[in-house]
């Protein structure tokens, strides 16, 4: 048995993203391990050292019902956001863990998981929400109404144990990522992300984690003050133990998130030094490179989620 599994999903060409997340958390939480789901097929053309010593999985391995739907009708956005939970299920009956983390790859981690294993202890579902407070009223994104367009919770990080209502919950969402994983505001669906909304209220003892660090990114960078002790980043006083780079290109170092414009680099020299160093690691991994590597499932639009909801 082991409890100590994060799972991230990602194609090919973001390996280097999660390469970056596996080697951060096993510097700060040893005993755990990455499992790197791929929403693609390698054929060869990155060796097994690149990405070790964390494990990967190829989403042809998993023996998914309908698979092959999946990959025709949805996005590689939605292909990805749809595959985490049969991933996840994957890594719980492999390991026959009781407890697991999902983390989207562009993450970094900081600290230990020691506050994430003790919420744990006591609640059997972790989500987090995108903001816990209003924007400012001064005409910079993102505003609310994208965070409705979005979703409450943000669905890059979630944790759960294996009891009754992990199992629930895992249940219910594999069956709606079969063929409701679209990006379609029209149908209010923000892939995977809109149906966590209804999380808190469909299974019993779920935590909403306002831990000032945990989930850090540019949606909720308007409430959190970044500060540095020693060699250790604090938010708002308190460790920062992950730190999601949601919508950060290499491409255009100086700035946070193709997503915002309300926060510069300029208003924190902590926030500046945190991209930095992403920067850098993603660099030394390799990151331009793997960007040429093209996905094994062709993307293709979402317009057959109309004809599917006619059959409705």
């Known amino acids: 048995m082991l409890n100590k599994i994060v799972v991230t999903v990602c194609t090919a060409s973001h390996l280097a993203q999660a390469k970056a997340l596996g080697d951060s958390l096993l510097k700060y939480n040893p005993g755990y391990k990455l499992i790197i789901g791929l929403a693609d097929k390698l054929d060869g053309r990155i060796a097994p050292a690149y990405y070790q010593p964390h494990e990967l999985i190829e989403a042809s391995e998993l023996s998914i019902p309908g698979f092959n739907g999946m990959v025709k009708r949805y996005s590689l956005l939605e292909l990805s956001c749809a595959l985490k939970y049969f991933f996840v299920d994957f890594a719980l009956k492999k390991y026959n863990s009781e407890k697991i983390i999902f983390l989207d790859s562009d993450i970094l981690v900081f600290d230990s998981f020691g506050f994430l294993e003790n919420e744990l202890e006591q609640f059997s579902i972790l989500v987090s929400p995108h903001i816990a407070t209003p924007y400012p009223d001064d ?4 505003i609310e109404r994208e965070m409705l367009k979005n979703g ?7 944790a759960f144990k294996y009891d009754e209502n992990g199992k629930a919950f895992l249940d219910w969402m594999k069956s709606r990522m079969i063929d409701q994983c679209y990006v379609d505001p029209k149908q209010a669906l923000n892939a995977d992300q809109s149906w966590f909304n209804f999380v808190p209220v469909y299974f019993h003892k779920v935590n909403i984690i306002l831990h000032p660090g945990i989930n850090v990114a540019y949606w909720n960078l308007h409430e959190r003050k970044l500060s540095k002790q020693g060699e250790k980043y604090f938010v708002n006083d308190q460790p920062l133990i992950f730190f999601h780079y949601s919508g950060y290109s290499t491409g255009h170092p100086g ?9 510069s680099f300029d208003a924190s020299s902590t926030l500046k030094e945190l991209f930095k160093l992403y920067h850098s690691v993603l660099i030394n991994n390799g990151h331009e490179r793997m960007l040429s590597l093209k996905c094994f499932y062709k993307k293709t639009g979402s317009n057959i989620f109309t004809k599917l909801t006619k059959k409705r």
């Open 139 to 142: 005409n910079k994104r993102p």
């Open 152 to 158: 409450i919770f943000n669905a890059g990080f979630f």
């Open 255 to 263: 700035e946070i998130s193709k997503h915002q414009d309300r926060i």
